[in-house]
């Protein structure tokens, strides 16, 4: 199946700066969702994207799908304590395929 | 939005025993669950779709007769760690999406820690 390279792995950021994370794909994606997990807590859903270059907002967070499809970014500004955790893209009209993540520490 | 019920949370149990998940989805109706599993610090590894009332369909290199699966209804799944040997210490967590809704958000159940000692 279809495999979502994330990076960076790992972001430390202070409190109030920005925090980008990037899934990219050798292969065209249908669609691409985003998960939060917390620590010690299972993934929530945050959002999917479908068509390209669709650009979504939920308050602080921008989630971008490239115009290729190929790629999706989510971005964060100005982070909070609350944003404490690991962002994970995913993959799949059935079955979900996940990205490695990206885990989120912040120095507040 | 939508609930998946996962239980037990956590669980301890000696080599050589088996161990049963549940997953439930408690108001919304899945014809397919997923079952992933995570090791500490990791992403989530599929393991294997639960298909109601037929087979599940096991990724590459899982053991499908060791970690058994059943679908018998529409709001739950199980997935059963047979012989448990201490690898097989991990985080398991089902998911699923409503019926005839692909292309969908999957909701998670909260999760099974399993310790194998």
């Known amino acids: 199946g279809q495999q979502v390279m994330q990076i960076p792995q790992y972001q430390h950021v202070q409190e109030g700066e920005d925090f980008t994370t990037y899934c990219n794909s050798s292969t065209t994606l249908s669609n691409i969702q985003w998960y939060k997990q917390r620590p010690g807590g299972h993934p929530v859903f945050l959002i999917q994207?479908?068509?390209?270059?669709e650009v979504k907002k939920q308050k602080r967070l921008t989630f971008q799908f490239g115009e290729a499809k190929k790629n999706s970014s989510l971005h964060i500004t100005a982070t909070q304590t609350t944003d404490v955790g690991t962002y994970f893209c995913a993959e799949g009209a059935q079955k979900l395929v996940f990205g490695q993540g990206t885990r989120l520490t912040i120095n507040p | 939005g939508a609930v998946v019920s996962q239980h037990p949370s956590r669980v301890i149990c000696k080599s050589g025993t088996s161990v049963k998940i549940e997953c439930r989805s408690l108001d919304f109706q899945a014809t397919t669950m997923f079952w992933y599993r995570q090791f500490p610090k990791k992403s989530l590894m599929l393991m294997a779709t639960?298909?109601?009332?037929?087979?599940?369909?096991?990724e590459q290199g899982v053991e499908k007769d060791k970690f058994l699966i059943n679908h018998a209804s529409l709001t739950l799944s199980t997935l059963t760690v047979t012989s448990a040997h201490p690898e097989d210490s991990s985080f398991y967590i089902c998911?699923?999406?409503?019926?005839?809704?692909?292309?969908?958000?999957?909701?998670f159940g909260q999760g099974t820690r399993l310790t194998v000692v």
């Open positions: 994207l479908v068509k390209s270059g």
């Open positions: 998911s699923a999406r409503a019926i005839r809704a692909a292309d969908t958000e999957a909701f």
């Open positions: 639960s298909n109601e009332g037929s087979k599940a369909t096991y």
